[in-house]
């Protein structure tokens, strides 16, 4: 069993930055690849950015492309995402997931394990 916790969330201006952690247990983090989504209130959860368990491949969101990174430490079993130029409507919960498959990173329902979310909230 994976266990994910994301850490990092906070209250920033719009333009400012913020990077987002997900450590997760257990010593089979390099085997799965890895994502990060994001529900505002009264929206679906959306695809925000994936990335390989290498970290060779990466995808992102048409509206954070530019401004956000994933990245990830397989020595640490963690996963980044650095987010940058934030405007108010990234504002949201920011969930990382692991899952085993490679392909459908942009679908929730492809991924196996699911952290409690970070609240993300940045003012105008």
């Known amino acids: 069993q994976v266990q994910l916790v994301e850490s990092g969330g906070g209250l920033v201006q719009a333009g400012g930055s913020l990077r987002l952690s997900c450590a997760t247990s257990?010593?089979?983090?390099?085997?799965?690849?890895m994502g990060w989504f994001r529900q505002a209130p009264g929206k679906e959860r959306e695809f925000v950015a994936g990335?390989?368990?290498?970290?060779?491949?990466?995808y992102y969101a048409d509206s954070v492309k530019g401004r956000f990174t994933i990245s990830r430490d397989n020595a640490k079993n963690t996963v980044y995402l650095q987010m940058n130029s934030l405007k108010p409507e990234d504002t949201a919960v920011y969930y990382c997931a692991a899952k085993i498959g490679s392909s459908w990173y942009r679908e929730s329902r492809t991924y196996d394990h699911w952290g409690q979310g970070t609240q993300v909230t940045v003012s105008s």
């Open positions: 257990g010593r089979t983090f390099s085997s799965y690849h």
């Open positions: 990335i390989s368990w290498s970290g060779g491949t990466t």
